[in-house]
């Protein structure tokens, strides 16, 4: 038997759904209601609840969930649980910026190397994470059975460390880089476009500051 797939947009709220849990939990809050946090996140309570059943949370209808359930739950779901060692390549500044935040962890993934091919950024530690050439990446990706890439090397150079990665036997990569990746079909790709989000922001900005139409 399968398991059904997921709908996309379910993933992508979970995370949010565990931050706002996050912040409860620090607070001291051991309760949460789907109505409460569908109304705080601004997602309609049908889907919040629809949402939280996907991950296998059933909260008692009196009193709700509890929020230490919840997290917990969501981070099995999505196997934050399980944590993925990654591999990032690219230490400039968007790479650099990556390596020394701490939140990855919580999120499931955890960096353990990077790699660059300038030697002036090589053999020193950025964070808690050492970086290292690039020669070195298919043996220790290899060895350790890391499944997980980040690329955050400039446009031109991002095809072929993402073949790289994946010869190394990295199962899925996220790229920063704004290219499209050419990648047997067996290599899972998420792409982060941060400027097509910025280029959607000021479109919204934008269509927001037209005059209303008289009509
Ligand atoms: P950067 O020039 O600061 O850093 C790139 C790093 O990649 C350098 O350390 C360089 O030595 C390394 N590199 C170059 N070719 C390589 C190769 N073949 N193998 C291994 N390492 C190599 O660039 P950046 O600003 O950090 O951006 C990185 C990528 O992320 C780019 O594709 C960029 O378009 C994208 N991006 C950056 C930002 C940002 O805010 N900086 C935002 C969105 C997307």
Same mark, same amino acid.
């Given at each position: 038997?399968?398991?059904?797939?997921?709908?996309?947009?379910?993933?992508?709220?979970?995370?949010?759904?565990?931050?706002?849990?996050?912040?409860?939990?620090?607070?001291?809050?051991?309760?949460?209601?789907?109505?409460?946090?569908?109304?705080?996140?601004?997602?309609?309570?049908?889907?919040?609840?629809?949402?939280?059943?996907?991950?296998?949370?059933?909260?008692?209808?009196?009193?709700?969930?509890?929020?230490?359930?919840?997290?917990?739950?969501?981070?099995?779901?999505?196997?934050?649980?399980?944590?993925?060692?990654?591999? &990032?390549?690219?230490?400039? %500044? @968007?790479?650099?910026? /990556?390596? #020394?935040?701490?939140?990855?962890? +919580?999120?499931? =993934?955890?960096?353990?190397?990077?790699?660059?091919?300038?030697?002036?950024?090589?053999?020193?530690?950025?964070?808690?994470?050492?970086?290292?050439?690039?020669?070195?990446?298919?043996?220790?990706?290899?060895?350790?059975?890391?499944?997980?890439?980040?690329?955050?090397?400039?446009?031109?150079?991002?095809?072929?460390?993402?073949?790289?990665?994946?010869?190394?036997?990295?199962?899925?990569?996220?790229?920063?880089?704004?290219?499209?990746?050419?990648?047997?079909?067996?290599?899972?790709?998420?792409? &982060?476009?941060?400027?097509? %989000? @910025?280029?959607?922001? /000021?479109? #919204?900005?934008?269509?927001?500051? +037209?005059?209303? =139409?008289?009509?």
């Amino acid at each position: 038997m399968t398991t059904p797939a997921v709908p996309l947009p379910t993933l992508r709220r979970l995370p949010r759904y565990h931050q706002y849990l996050a912040r409860l939990r620090d607070t001291g809050q051991e309760q949460i209601s789907a109505a409460r946090m569908a109304e705080v996140l601004g997602v309609h309570h049908t889907q919040v609840r629809k949402d939280l059943s996907l991950a296998g949370c059933l909260g008692r209808p009196k009193t709700g969930h509890r929020v230490a359930d919840l997290m917990a739950a969501i981070e099995h779901f999505l196997h934050w649980d399980n944590h993925s060692e990654a591999f &990032l390549v690219g230490v400039g %500044s @968007l790479g650099t910026a /990556l390596l #020394k935040y701490p939140g990855f962890g +919580q999120a499931g =993934a955890r960096i353990i190397a990077a790699f660059d091919q300038d030697p002036a950024k090589t053999g020193r530690k950025v964070g808690e994470v050492p970086v290292l050439p690039m020669d070195k990446l298919p043996g220790l990706a290899e060895r350790m059975h890391v499944a997980v890439g980040i690329l955050t090397v400039p446009a031109d150079a991002a095809q072929a460390a993402a073949e790289l990665m994946a010869a190394s036997g990295i199962r899925a990569i996220w790229n920063f880089a704004p290219v499209t990746l050419d990648l047997p079909r067996n290599v899972i790709v998420e792409n &982060l476009e941060l400027f097509a %989000s @910025l280029a959607l922001l /000021l479109r #919204k900005l934008a269509d927001s500051s +037209q005059p209303a =139409a008289i009509g």
